[in-house]
């Protein structure tokens, strides 16, 4: 069973749907805090309308596993584009967390075989919180496979569930 994960970057929404179904994704989840982007087709509902036009689901969990955490203090830290290990620290602590994995998770197991990809905004997964997203999902879901997408048109990189990158 694979867990797939892409960064939009600066893709345009056809090569982004086309990623999508080159690897047969049936559901997106995006884990950003906030579903929008500088790049007006990746903001919330173009993107979900452009996917669903195209046959894949989508879902919003940024509300429990996006980047960007609720508590003042540690927000503070947080910067565009940079991954900050405290923070991910700190989201990978919360209950709001926990929960988004066990959906992720539902997402991943109950349907009977549906591929799920993880979405953010920075093309580089080892740049990004939706690492420790898939990371996490794998660590509770036997047999997964995290497979991280390039909407270049690269393969996609195994990095299996040993590597720790915080």
């Known amino acids: 069973m694979n867990l797939y994960t892409a960064g939009h970057s600066t893709a345009t929404l056809e090569d982004f749907v086309a990623l999508m179904k080159k690897h047969e994704i049936d559901v997106v989840v995006d884990v950003r805090s906030k579903p ?68 992720l998770t539902r997402l991943i197991t109950g349907g009977g075989g549906r591929a799920v990809c993880i979405v953010c905004s920075e093309g580089d997964a080892n740049e990004c919180h939706r690492k420790a997203v898939a990371l996490d999902a794998a660590d509770v879901t036997e047999g997964l496979d995290i497979r991280h997408l390039s909407v270049n048109g690269t393969a996609p990189l195994d990095v299996g569930v040993q590597e720790v990158l915080f």
């Open 36 to 103: 929008r982007s500088r790049l007006a087709h990746f903001d919330q509902i173009p993107l979900q309308s452009g996917l669903e036009e195209a046959g894949v689901a989508y879902r919003f969990l940024g509300d429990r596993l996006g980047g960007v955490p609720q508590d003042p203090e540690v927000r503070a830290r947080w910067q565009q584009g940079r991954l900050d290990p405290v923070i991910v620290a700190h989201l990978r602590s919360t209950d709001e967390w926990h929960d988004g994995i066990a959906e």
